[in-house]
């Protein structure tokens, strides 16, 4: 079935430091990708998406495109803040009947100032 | 707008209690998800109602969950006989249609010792 894998953390960073948070994906059709945030004691929130082949989603500064070719949704932020620290899931959903996301295991990102 | 609810926020019960879990989606939203998230196993989803059609039930772990959605808003997950493996935060989302973004609740964690 499809699933989704993500680099484990926790991921421990500088402030203003490259951010990357590696995604690959198995699907047997064209799913649509999504990064999700979840902040200290808060739900969980869409940050970007992408719909289709070569399509670049992006907020609040980070971006990540979607790559057929590698299966890959890698996210990345060019200088991330103390307020970024929070953990981050790569999801996907088919794009045809099934909507449910198919979650990775999440990335604990920690950034100190 | 408010989001979406979920009550209680906190549960603890002893193992072989049943215990009902409540999600109220954005006002509107016809479809509506429940996921669990556990440190084993990550954000997986469980069942998924859109209107009136008959849910996805296909995530669930047991026939010891069910959940049922009434006048297509409020929605109940029920798990009877509660084992300690049972033990997650049990997120509900809701979104406008099928394809639309899924927003979050902040989840019931659920204790079972």
């Given at each position: 079935?499809?699933?989704?894998?993500?680099?484990?953390?926790?991921?421990?960073?500088?402030?203003?430091?490259?951010?990357?948070?590696?995604?690959?994906?198995?699907?047997?059709?064209?799913?649509?990708?999504?990064?999700?945030?979840?902040?200290?004691?808060?739900?969980?929130?869409?940050?970007?998406?992408?719909?289709?082949?070569?399509?670049?989603?992006?907020?609040?500064?980070?971006?990540?495109?979607?790559?057929?070719?590698?299966?890959?949704?890698?996210?990345?932020?060019?200088?991330?803040?103390?307020?970024?620290?929070?953990?981050?899931?790569?999801?996907?959903?088919?794009?045809?009947?099934?909507?449910?996301?198919?979650?990775?295991?999440?990335?604990?990102?920690?950034?100190?100032? | 707008?408010?989001?979406?609810?979920?009550?209680?926020?906190?549960?603890?019960?002893?193992?072989?209690?049943?215990?009902?879990?409540?999600c109220?989606?954005?006002?509107?939203?016809?479809?509506l998800?429940?996921?669990?998230?556990?440190?084993?196993?990550?954000?997986?989803?469980?069942?998924?109602?859109?209107?009136?059609?008959?849910?996805?039930?296909?995530?669930?772990?047991?026939?010891?969950?069910?959940?049922?959605r009434?006048?297509?808003?409020?929605s109940t997950?029920?798990?009877?006989?509660?084992?300690?493996?049972?033990?997650?935060?049990?997120?509900?989302?809701?979104?406008?249609?099928?394809?639309?973004?899924?927003?979050?609740?902040?989840?019931?964690?659920?204790?079972?010792?």
């Amino acid at each position: 079935g499809d699933s989704v894998t993500q680099m484990e953390g926790p991921v421990t960073l500088s402030e203003e430091a490259f951010l990357t948070i590696n995604c690959t994906y198995t699907a047997t059709g064209y799913p649509s990708l999504f990064w999700y945030v979840q902040y200290p004691g808060e739900g969980l929130q869409l940050l970007l998406k992408a719909t289709k082949a070569d399509d670049k989603g992006s907020n609040k500064g980070f971006e990540a495109t979607y790559r057929k070719e590698t299966t890959s949704f890698h996210l990345e932020k060019g200088s991330v803040q103390v307020s970024d620290s929070a953990v981050y899931f790569c999801a996907l959903s088919e794009d045809q009947a099934g909507t449910a996301l198919i979650f990775g295991k999440g990335t604990t990102l920690s950034v100190s100032s | 707008g408010a989001g979406v609810s979920q009550s209680p926020s906190n549960k603890v019960t002893e193992k072989g209690k049943d215990v009902e879990l409540r999600c109220d989606p954005i006002s509107g939203h016809t479809a509506l998800y429940w996921y669990r998230q556990s440190l084993g196993q990550g954000l997986e989803f469980l069942i998924y109602f859109q209107g009136n059609s008959a849910p996805d039930k296909s995530g669930l772990p047991s026939d010891r969950f069910s959940a049922e959605r009434t006048g297509g808003s409020v929605s109940t997950l029920t798990i009877q006989r509660t084992q300690q493996e049972d033990s997650a935060v049990y997120l509900c989302a809701s979104s406008l249609g099928p394809r639309n973004e899924q927003f979050f609740g902040p989840g019931t964690r659920l204790t079972v010792l």
